[in-house]
């Protein structure tokens, strides 16, 4: 089984700043890794897929990088509604895994 | 309205069974593989089980196989769960998913499952 590692688990930042979070493939995924974003009592949303593709309706500020094992999520200019937390997922092989959540947290 | 919505959640004792639903509406839901995925209380993400979009093919998660079973009926455009011999780490909120080129671009809103005496 594929394992996913994110960091950093809890990534503390203010409105405008630029952050990054990583996701580590325990082996390579090639590009079959994508990202979600989870508020607190709601379902996941899906974000990036396919490492780089921004899914419909998702502000140009986030952005996907990476292939193999080694992916990042950026987020530009954060705003207010972009603090929660940041999931990544690997579909390469069944079963499908993912990572344990980055929380992205108001400075 | 494309959406899935989950049913079925409860309060149940360990040991007991309890059986999901997912109700899809608003796309070809016998077009689509279609997943479990849950997530214990202050919890990550866990992938519980997939099945294909006939129903011909299915796969678990280890914490679940045995105990777990997913199923679709197409004519219904419903997905299923069959939740035995409930444990205690079972306690979760259930989300259905579509499956889209390999992510999950759609979910339900979740049930939550609480295993407790």
Known sequence: DIQMTQSPSSLPASVGDRVNITCRASQSISDYLHWYQQKPGKAPKPLIYSAFNLQSGVPSRFSGSGSGTDFTLTINSLQPEDFATYYCQQSYSTPVSFGQGTKLEIK | ?117
């Open chain 2, 1 to 117: 309205q494309v959406q899935l919505v989950e049913s079925g959640g409860g309060v149940v004792q360990p040991g007991r069974s309890l059986r999901l639903s997912c109700a899809a509406s608003g796309f070809t839901f016998s077009t689509y593989p279609m997943h479990w995925v849950r997530q214990a209380p202050g919890k990550g993400l866990e992938w519980v089980a997939v099945i294909s979009n006939d129903g011909g093919n299915e796969y678990h998660a280890d914490s679940v196989k045995g105990r777990f079973t997913i199923s679709r009926d197409n004519s219904k455009d419903t997905l299923y769960l069959q939740m035995n011999s409930l444990r205690a780490e079972d306690t979760a909120v259930y989300y259905c998913a579509r499956v889209m080129t390999g992510y999950f671009d759609l979910w339900g809103r979740g049930t939550l499952v609480t295993v407790s005496s």
